[in-house]
């Protein structure tokens, strides 16, 4: 099985701040890579798909890059409504596997 | 709009059976990989089945096989997850989703809660 190894687990940041979250796949997975954001009772929502491409109606200042077997999101500048847990999810193979999950607070 | 609207959760016995659905609408549903995925109370999720678009492939998180049965009715639009011998830690809510590359989107999720 691929384990997704996330960091950090949680971090505190203020509004403006640039976010950057880190998922590390145990082997090559290419670009089939996800990041989700959920929110409390809510279901995760995609953000990015294929490692770096942005899902439609995410705004643009979230990305992703990477390939093979590191990932990074990046929240440029971060705003109130982006509070929530983030998780990574590769595809290459099965199992699916997710990340551990990020969760980013108000500082 | 992609619409997936889970049902069939409750409460249930350790040892008894539950039958998940999930229907879907908005997209054509006999083209899809469709996925269960499951979230334990204060836990991240994890993929539990996948089955191909026509039903003659199916994959499970090896802790569930021989428990949980995948399967799907293109015809009705709707996606189905058999549980059968539950247990305290398969309390969960439980959500399907399409799989395209991945898993996109997920429905609103049903909450499974096994407990005597």
């Known amino acids: 099985d691929i384990q997704m190894t996330q960091s950090p687990s949680s971090l505190s940041a203020s509004v403006g701040d640039r976010v950057t979250i880190t998922c590390r796949a145990s082997q090559d997975i290419r670009n089939d890579l996800g990041w989700y954001q959920q929110k409390p009772g809510k279901a995760p929502k995609r953000l990015i798909y294929?490692?770096?491409n942005l899902q439609s109606g995410v705004p643009s200042r979230f990305s992703g890059s990477g390939s093979g077997t590191e990932f990074t999101l990046t929240i440029s500048s971060l705003q109130p409504e982006d509070f929530a847990t983030y998780y990574c999810l590769q595809h290459n193979s099965y199992p699916l596997t997710f990340g551990g999950g990020t969760k980013v607070e108000i500082k | 709009d992609v619409q997936l609207v889970e049902s069939g959760g409750g409460l249930v016995q350790p040892g008894g059976s539950l039958r998940l659905s999930c229907a879907a609408s908005?997209?054509?549903?006999?083209?899809?990989?469709m996925s269960w995925v499951r979230q334990a109370p204060g836990k991240g999720p994890e993929w539990v089945a996948s089955?191909?678009?026509?039903?003659?492939?199916?994959y499970y998180v090896d802790s569930l096989k021989g428990r949980f049965t995948i399967s799907r009715d293109n015809a009705k639009n709707s996606l189905y997850l058999q549980m059968n011998s539950l247990r305290d830690e398969d309390t969960a809510v439980y959500y399907c989703a399409r799989a395209t590359y991945g898993t996109d989107p997920w429905g609103q999720g049903t909450l499974v809660t096994v407990s005597s």
């Open positions: 294929a490692a770096s």
């Open positions: 089955i191909k678009h026509d039903g003659r492939e199916t």
């Open positions: 908005g997209f054509t549903f006999s083209n899809y990989w």
